[in-house]
């Protein structure tokens, strides 16, 4: 085939595919078969990898992802993403509303829209081809998740027609649908995965995934719902979600202009109804003035626009019985009471578990085996008993006990004064301690093992094979090939049985090889050492370079560590005190770990921005903003997050938010270039 055969067939198939894109996933209206378009998909492919040129990087193959981000790029929004203000109580609605009316002192028209309950993300299209996603982060900046974004079907990598700006931002909602969230939380428990709380986290958490092509297998969705900026060619917020859907974004159905507030009533009357029969969640209303003019007049606080309202809807509650009450151990020896109820549909899911905080409340509550309680669902991973049915108690109802030694290891638990917590003293022998503690190790922020998760590092352990960190290090294949672990299907409520495949095992291998590279401080934060997060085994990371040196410090040297307190510092001498926290280290050392910075990362050992507070704030052309931070402190400097009086200068990359910028300037802080800044510290 000719170069110029193959760029129309590419055109061609990608018009195709593009269409019938969105036929299945915004119109649900599919014309071919799931097969016929894999078949096209393929046609595509093969003539993409014989024309490496002619891919276009919007082309329908991208949805499928490939690419690994290590790192998310921070973008500053061009415009703040800011958040709506809320309210739960009707009647605030009906004050906004005046409140609005009489500060316009005209007619105002509303508009009336679906709250959803995903995550928001702001996509920016350059001659109508997406070239930007980008998370809300702090709202002023975000992570740029552009190639996971991608791999959603849904969202429009080439826009239809050409009414389009020639560029434009439009923000949106991603979710996971329920269908989605069932299927992946049912696949995570065969695999031994802990599953995901609520469909929000889902979302959220697959966004956040290094490797896009499984961001594809995550079945998200998304509505758009605001295009952002001043000099867009409408008069109206309706009109530009028309022309938004007309461009090829999916704009949901539910949306009424409403003139009176007995119209926006209606409107919120008729979603609580609609809600519980939709295939997705969302978790209330949202009311926009729709005139953009209007808008403008209104204006914005720091944190949310003056011209819309959010009504939130109130949690879904469920009535059912109290069976039983299990205690379990969490990764610090904490005690949790969970109550074992007869399953009740509550917000679309089954629910069998709840909460019961701690003694206290249980106390509190005076709540017995056999009560009828109220359970709730928050964004907690179980759902919440919030209360007791008085009537109906039987006479012979027994109170539930709190437990005097530890359901696990029959360790006399402990309280200290003020706390409403148990505690299992027992740190080095009770399981779930020592789980979690290797759950700790392999979370992102840590060693970021993400091919192991809570339920295998459960498996290994239940085997005998990973009894702490250092252990993980010595896994081979073979002793993962076969292994077996017994779940409850979330649908049945039966058991059901799991065993460890081929991909499986050299998955978990090649995620424990990667570790091997983490940097330095990151493994000290992945110890688990008390009191030392992320942020303080930074600064322990960056002052002292190596474990060793780290080691030998006495208390008077940690303390005049910036943020390092003697508590820190108590517990950071301590942790070196114990044999069994040597000798971990030393097998650790042993595996390969980085227990010392790489010479390439200690940028500079200077003293240069002692005594000064930086803000960073943009996007830089050498350096993350990550790396920028570190530079900041590895010479002296310290980071704050925030611009105020005490700011000494702010550290300017490109795309700094308006917000900042002005603060900044009426405060009269200085803003410093990445050269300058460069130069300042003598850096290339
Ligand atoms: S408008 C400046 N419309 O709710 C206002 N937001 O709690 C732009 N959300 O950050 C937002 N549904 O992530 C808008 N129909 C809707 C929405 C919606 C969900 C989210 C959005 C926002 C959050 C605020």
Not at 330 to 358: F, Q, Y
Not at 438 to 465: C, P, Q, V, W
Not at 639 to 656: D, H
């Amino acid at each position: 085939m000719t170069k110029e055969a193959a760029k129309s067939e590419i055109q061609k198939l990608t018009e195709e595919l593009n269409r019938h894109n969105h036929a299945y996933y915004s119109l649900s209206k599919p014309e071919i078969s799931d097969n016929e378009f894999d078949l096209l998909l393929k046609e595509l492919e093969v003539l993409e990898q014989k024309f490496p040129e002619l891919a276009s990087p919007n082309s329908p193959t991208q949805r499928v992802g490939g690419e690994i981000t290590r790192e998310f790029r921070q973008v500053t929004h061009q415009y703040p993403m800011l958040s709506l203000s809320n309210t739960y109580s009707i009647e605030e609605v009906k004050e906004w509303e005046t409140r609005i009316h009489k500060l316009i002192g005209e007619e105002v028209e509303y508009v009336c829209e679906i709250k959803f309950d995903g995550v928001a993300i702001g996509l920016t299209y350059q001659n109508g081809i997406l070239i930007q996603a980008v998370t809300r982060g702090d709202g002023v900046q975000g992570d740029d998740v552009t190639e996971n974004v991608k791999t959603v079907h849904n969202i429009p990598l080439q826009l239809k027609g050409d009414g389009y700006p020639v560029s434009f931002e439009i923000r949106g909602e991603i979710f996971m649908p329920h269908t989605s969230f069932n299927r992946l939380n049912k696949m995570r428990l065969e695999e031994s995965e802990e599953p995901f709380a609520n469909p929000r986290n889902a979302a959220s958490g697959s966004l956040k995934m290094q490797n896009s092509a499984e961001v594809a297998k995550r079945r998200l969705n998304c509505f758009f719902y605001y295009l952002p900026g001043t000099d867009l060619p409408f008069k109206t917020h309706y009109d530009s979600l028309q022309a938004a859907r007309s461009w090829g974004f999916q704009i949901s159905g539910y949306i009424a202009k409403c003139s009176t507030i007995h119209e926006i009533f209606d409107f919120v009357h008729e979603i609580d109804q609609l809600r519980k029969g939709l295939p997705f969640d969302i978790d209330g209303a949202v009311i926009k003035v729709n005139d953009l003019r209007q808008q403008e007049i209104l204006g914005s606080t720091a944190k949310s626009p003056r011209w819309a309202i959010a009504y939130k809807f109130k949690a879904e509650q469920a009535e059912t019985r109290l069976n039983s009450v299990d205690f379990q151990v969490g990764r610090t020896g904490a005690v949790t009471p969970v109550a074992n109820l007869e399953p009740v549909l509550l917000a679309g899911t089954v629910v069998r578990r709840a909460s019961l905080h701690n003694a206290d409340i249980i106390a509190a509550l005076d709540i017995r085996i056999g009560d009828t309680v109220y359970v709730e669902k928050g964004g907690e991973i179980i759902p919440k008993i919030t209360g007791v049915k008085m009537e109906g108690r039987l006479p012979d109802s027994m109170p539930v006990t709190f437990l005097q030694f530890c359901p696990e290891c029959r360790t006399a638990l402990i309280r200290s004064e003020g706390e409403s917590a148990w505690y299992c003293p027992n740190r080095e022998g009770c399981p779930p301690q020592i789980k979690g503690r290797i759950e700790h190790f392999i979370s992102r922020k840590a060693m970021n093992i993400d091919t192991l998760g809570e339920g295998k590092i459960s498996i290994l352990y239940d085997h005998g094979l990973v009894r702490n960190m250092a252990d993980l290090y010595d896994l081979k294949q073979e002793d993962l090939l076969g292994l077996e672990k017994v779940y409850q299907d979330p649908d049945t409520g039966k058991e059901r049985k799991m065993s460890f495949k081929e991909k499986s095992a050299t998955n978990i291998l090649s995620g424990i090889q990667l570790s091997r590279s983490v940097p330095f401080d990151r493994v000290l934060y992945a110890l688990g050492i008390r009191f030392v997060g992320e942020t303080v085994a930074r600064k322990l990371a960056y002052r002292f370079h190596s474990i060793e040196a780290i080691r030998n410090a006495d208390i008077d040297t940690l303390i005049d560590v910036e943020e390092i307190g003697d508590k820190i510092a108590e517990s950071v001498v301590d942790y070196f005190l114990q044999p069994e926290n040597m000798k971990l280290i030393g097998r650790l050392q042993v595996a390969g770990l980085n227990f010392s910075l790489n010479p390439d990362t200690i940028i500079n050992k200077g003293t240069e921005l002692e005594g000064k507070s930086i803000v960073v704030s943009g996007v830089f052309q050498l350096y993350s903003r990550d790396e920028m931070k570190r530079m900041v402190e590895a010479h002296g400097g310290k980071n704050t997050g925030s611009i105020s009086s005490k700011t000494t200068f702010v550290l300017t990359g490109e795309n700094m938010g308006p917000a900042k910028k002005k603060k900044a300037e009426s405060l009269q802080i200085p803003l410093i270039s990445e050269t300058d800044f460069l130069q300042m510290v003598n850096e290339k």
